[in-house]
């Protein structure tokens, strides 16, 4: 990839590591690396938002004893601890699990791998769902779905339909390409 390339060619340059947090390319980073780099973002350089994407592939050191459900409400509170401390957004990118039912609509917040903490502990869930099936609506079709809004002043919940152009990478408001 160009930004890794990039950052092994500024490591050499300057002969110091990009990262002094600790996470090398052969080992996945866990949420304590994460948010060791984010606060050094927020307090060095002022970043007001921080994207983990996607969720399933942060090294996760549960103890044994700890189940999956504890697992994820006590990261999800050390995050959210962080956010509030930090006056910073935390988006997580998180898949839905194996849906053996599946009827080709989008998933739902409890869908998601690992816990029903994400909808219980997020203040806004949103679901993203790309049509696979041609039969149904158009396959360029992207449906976001909101699910939950802890504050009413920030929004509301319901669907929005984007239309995505594959050439230009854009997604336009269905109601917009109607238009044009």
Same mark, same amino acid.
């Given at each position: ?12 340059? /300057?002969? #110091?590591?990009?990262?002094? !947090? ?8 866990? =949420?304590?690396?994460?948010? &060791? @780099? ?37 990261? /999800?509170? #050390?995050?959210?601890?962080? !956010? ?8 997580? =990118?998180?898949?839905?699990? &194996? @849906? ?81």
């Amino acid at each position: 990839m160009v930004p890794d390339h990039a950052r092994k060619l500024m490591e050499k340059h /300057l002969k #110091k590591p990009f990262f002094s !947090a600790g996470c090398e390319d052969d080992c996945l980073p866990s =949420v304590k690396w994460v948010v &060791q @780099l984010a606060k050094a973002a927020v307090l060095r350089h002022g970043v007001r938002g921080l994207v983990i994407d996607p969720y399933n592939e942060l090294d996760h050191q549960r103890p044994p004893s700890m189940t999956e459900t504890e697992y994820v409400s006590q990261m /999800l509170t #050390k995050i959210k601890r962080f !956010a509030r401390h930090h006056s910073c957004h935390v988006w997580f =990118v998180a898949h839905p699990r &194996q @849906l053996h039912q599946w009827n080709g609509g989008p998933p739902s917040l409890y869908d998601i791998s690992g816990s029903a903490h994400f909808i219980n502990k997020c203040d806004n869930g949103i679901v993203i769902h790309r049509n696979r099936d041609p039969k149904t609506i158009p396959l360029d079709q992207v449906q976001v779905c909101v699910r939950k809004v802890r504050n009413k002043v920030v929004g509301t919940i319901g669907d929005a339909f984007l239309s995505y152009n594959r050439i230009t990478g854009e997604f336009m408001d269905i109601d917009q390409t109607a238009k044009r």
